[in-house]
């Protein structure tokens, strides 16, 4: 029987969610093992070495979603001789930056001396750190890029069966080491070296019996940039919106502290803590949707796409609906209890951070369309967004210190992100009127708004924040919880059909399945 979209995201998010929570519990284990066993600054090491790779690997930014792009129609298609062609290319740049984070990776360690300069810790950590990293990241560029059929291909689950099933077996072996070896640091690097090999290899064996056509024949890769030149101009498009947003992410605590403290900018930390996790649970259960709209895409049926639109905009607004309802109304009360009343921030600030965090939350599904179109063509956006919210942040930050620079960036996202992103993809992308978007997502939005209101003369009924012990915050979070999905699911099953389009497509599946 073969699978349709829907089976394979299924399948593609059961596997990141399981996934996602085994990592939790292991991250909290693995931690306090380095802190109890090795000490903070190993982990500070650990954590600006891994920064310091991180902005190495800014060169990649845009290749990778140039290239699945293009590999959605060959796909659908099943022209494999194209998709040959499309990865040797990928490989063929992957390999140039590569070598260019090599040449600067040899530079950076020159300087080591003087950037660890105030670290108690002997040198060889800080080499053999970035060594190792470094080594790990390579395998990737050299040899393991050619996954991205598999994550184009809806597939995605069979990598984080071999990638994150193998890092939570080393994670396993690391906290283990780290506690009873004689050289714990020693076995943490020894042991991240060899899985980074064994991961190559069983990823290499995988592709190999999924698909033995595929050949990445490197070499040809600069013959087919003649032959592909879009991906090149898509990749550097892409490359500006990638790093636009990166630029946002990094500026935004250097604008805090400019206007507040280095205390304001932990405490705004805390709150960024925990959205993060939310924020990737939603990405666990969502992100495998991206191919599968790449694939609709390719068919070119614009009925069938503007309806699976709607399918996936309801149902994730839906669902994030009543994550951030249970953010506005538990975030304080978690931090309370877990840090202290005075590490919280007033109910002005969480208000402004939550509607920050739900324009993160509802961009997804525009963004997963304007990926599938290859809608990249607008570099000016991310870089007016980045003018507009340093511009904003700093001259409200001025007024009205934090709350000033948080609302600076949610008027520069709305702009960008509510606004231009969906006009640009329904005008260029899907070519119908921008209205079309525009009219049913207004409703939605007031519907999210009656929902705010009504929750709240509730829980300010309830006195659902007079919470001073765990057990309180549990049965609390429960309540929240309920109501919350109760009523959102009420409104958004009652008012938009996109949400009951959607059930209706997974009562379908779990009957065709069961049957």
């Known amino acids: 029987m073969v699978e349709t979209r829907t089976e394979k995201s299924v399948r593609n998010a059961k596997v990141a969610l399981i996934f996602y929570l085994v990592q939790i519990l292991l991250g909290f284990f693995s931690r306090k093992a380095f802190f109890d066993y090795l000490g903070s600054e190993i982990l500070g090491l650990n954590t600006t070495v891994a920064n310091l790779l991180g902005f190495l690997n800014l060169a990649e930014l845009g290749i990778g979603t140039s290239v699945g792009y293009f590999l959605y129609k060959p796909l659908f298609e099943k022209d494999h001789e194209k998709i040959n062609e499309i990865v040797s290319l990928q490989g063929w740049l992957y390999r140039k930056i590569a070598y260019f984070m090599l040449g600067v990776s ?19 950590y800080s080499y053999s750190t970035f060594g190792v990293l470094l080594f790990s990241s390579m395998l990737g560029y050299f040899f393991n890029y050619r996954q991205i059929v598999l994550n184009a291909d809806q597939k995605g689950y069979k990598i984080q069966i071999v990638v994150q099933g193998f890092v939570v077996v080393k994670t396993i072996i690391q906290i283990l080491g780290i506690t009873y070896s004689a ?6 690097i020894v042991v991240e070296l060899l899985s980074a090999v064994i991961t190559s290899f069983l990823l290499h064996r995988l592709l190999k019996k999924e698909y033995s056509w595929l050949k990445g024949n490197v070499a040809c890769g600069k013959s087919y940039l003649k032959k592909y030149p879009e991906v090149l101009k898509k990749t550097k498009q892409a490359f500006f919106h990638k790093m636009g947003g990166v630029i946002l992410s990094q500026s935004s605590p250097l604008v805090i502290y400019a206007f507040t403290s280095l205390s304001i900018v932990a405490l705004y930390g805390n709150y960024l ?3 993060s996790k939310v924020g990737a649970l939603m990405g666990a259960i969502f992100n495998s949707t991206g191919a599968a709209v790449g694939n609709l895409v390719a068919s070119n049926d614009r009925k069938r796409i503007i309806d699976v639109f709607w399918e996936l905009s309801d149902s ?9 309802l249970c953010l506005f109304y538990l975030t304080n009360p978690l931090i309370t209890l877990w840090l202290g ?3 919280c921030l007033g109910k002005d600030f969480l208000l402004l951070f939550i509607i920050l965090t739900s324009i993160s939350m509802l961009r997804t599904t525009v ?12 570099v000016w956006a991310p870089v007016l967004e980045a003018v507009l919210n340093l511009g904003l942040s700093i001259c409200l930050g001025y007024f009205w210190s934090l709350n000033g620079i948080v609302l600076g960036i949610i008027l520069s996202q709305m702009i960008i992100i509510l606004i231009w992103k ?3 993809l329904f005008v260029k992308g899907i070519e119908v009127e921008a209205s079309k978007y525009f009219v049913p997502t207004i409703f ?6 009656f929902l705010f209101v009504v929750t709240y003369f509730i829980f300010d009924y309830l006195q659902i924040e007079t919470i001073s012990n765990l057990k309180q915050l549990i049965i609390s979070s429960l309540y929240v919880f309920l109501i919350c999905t109760v009523l959102t699911f009420g409104v958004f099953y009652l008012l938009f059909h996109g949400t009951r389009d959607f059930v209706s497509r997974l009562v379908t599946m779990f009957k065709r399945n069961n049957s």
């Open 444 to 449: 939605r939005y007031a519907g999210i708004f």
């Open 273 to 275: 803590l925990i959205v």
């Open 106 to 124: 040899a530079i950076l360690m020159v300087f080591f001396p003087l950037i660890f300069a105030k670290s108690p810790l002997s040198l060889w």
């Open 422 to 424: 969906p006009y640009f």
């Open 341 to 343: 009343a005075n590490y």
């Open 316 to 324: 994730r607004m839906c669902i994030s609906t009543i994550c951030i």
């Open 183 to 188: 050289f714990p640091y020693v076995f943490w």
């Open 367 to 378: 963004d997963s369309y304007i990926y599938a179109y290859g809608l990249f063509q607008d």
